[in-house]
């Protein structure tokens, strides 16, 4: 069976942190290389490690891996506790005798943040000594162990969450000559997921009818407006510019676009993380010389751009249909339920 996931990507691991009793968990991505990488926030309210130098202008944009944590802001911390896991184990840069790991990460404001237990920092660490090159595991696991969609308005009189769980979602798709695009989205979005004929596949549900549309809402209601999802994309084709990586993360965020109503709001924190393994210099066959010309010198980078974003509204999908239902206190008929059981 095919592995749709980004560890069929050459030299890429993948291990999650998963805490059903606490709702939060962390999820590491680690490559066996420095691979280029770029990314884009698009949310009004990001939190992100070490980003700052994958922005165009700047010196540096390979890396050594990727994390996506809960716990809102302190999940952030996991990036120590990784960073001391890769140094034990000689990931990263040598400077005299100093290891320096090049790690990049984003936090989601999960449903753990509400039980009162402070994120800790080694679950960064377990999710390092869970990595594998097995396909990646989709659902409530690692940083998608808490997360949902749909949080846009509260029922009640604005005292229960009307969310449904989401979680961690993957797919791939091919490019054929050996080339493809694979995503992972952590999601946790404010906004319902939508399908592709437009219907809601998960989200804000109501009393007196299935699902909520924003389109209805005039103003937040929600006990909490902290919401966010974070996809990693990797690819096997070599785009060769820090500009081509970046262009490929902007066009990757479309696919939240497609899929997330609403989506990179003011309290948003989506972002997009992209990274290629190089392996594949050129996916295009004979024809592709009719295209990629002087007057579109970029085409390939569109063609792994579009292909990339469709691969993460799919992973979007992923994310909740293999989501499990769970029980919370402060969720409406006291459960977060899966798509799959409304």
Request: aromatic share 10%.
């Amino acid at each position: 069976m095919q592995n749709k996931t980004l560890t069929a990507l050459k030299g890429v691991k993948v291990g999650h942190s998963t805490h059903l009793d606490k709702l939060t968990g962390c999820t590491l991505v680690v490559f066996d290389g420095w691979y280029p990488t770029a990314y884009k926030s698009y949310g009004g309210s990001p939190g992100t490690f070490n980003t700052e130098i994958l922005n165009n202008g700047m010196s540096f944009y390979r890396s050594n891996g990727i994390f996506v944590a809960g716990g809102s802001l302190t999940g952030l911390m996991s990036a120590s506790d990784i960073m001391q896991a890769m140094i034990e184990n000689k990931i990263g840069s040598t400077d005299g005798k100093i290891i320096n790991p090049s790690l990049r990460g984003a936090i989601v404001f999960d449903l753990g943040v509400y039980l009162g237990q402070n994120y800790d920092p080694k679950f960064g660490r377990e999710a390092f000594e869970n990595l594998s090159s097995d396909p990646v595991a989709s659902g409530n696991v690692g940083a998608g162990t808490g997360t949902a969609v749909g949080k846009f308005q509260y029922v009640e009189n604005g005292t229960k969450n009307a969310g449904m769980k989401a979680g961690v979602g993957s797919a791939r798709i091919d490019l054929g000559n050996g080339a493809f695009v694979s995503a992972m989205s952590v999601v946790n979005a404010l906004g319902n997921v939508v399908k592709e004929d437009g219907t809601i596949l998960a989200g804000n549900r109501d009393e007196n009818k299935k699902f909520k549309v924003f389109e209805d809402t005039t103003e937040f209601v929600t006990n909490s407006k902290m919401n966010t999802t974070i996809t990693i994309v990797g690819t096997n084709v070599d785009l060769k510019t820090r500009e081509n990586y970046e262009r490929l993360a902007h066009m990757a965020t479309h696919g939240q676009v497609r899929a997330i109503n609403p989506v990179h709001t003011s309290v948003d924190g989506d972002t997009v993380f992209v990274f290629s393994t190089e392996e594949i210099k050129s996916p295009l066959n004979s024809f592709g010389k009719y295209f990629e010309t002087p007057d579109w010198p970029l085409f390939t980078v569109d063609v792994v751009g579009n292909t990339a974003a469709k691969a993460v509204q799919e992973s979007i999908y992923d994310a909740c249909y293999k989501a499990e239902t769970i029980q919370f206190e402060g969720a409406y008929k006291g459960i977060v339920p899966s798509t799959k059981d409304i």
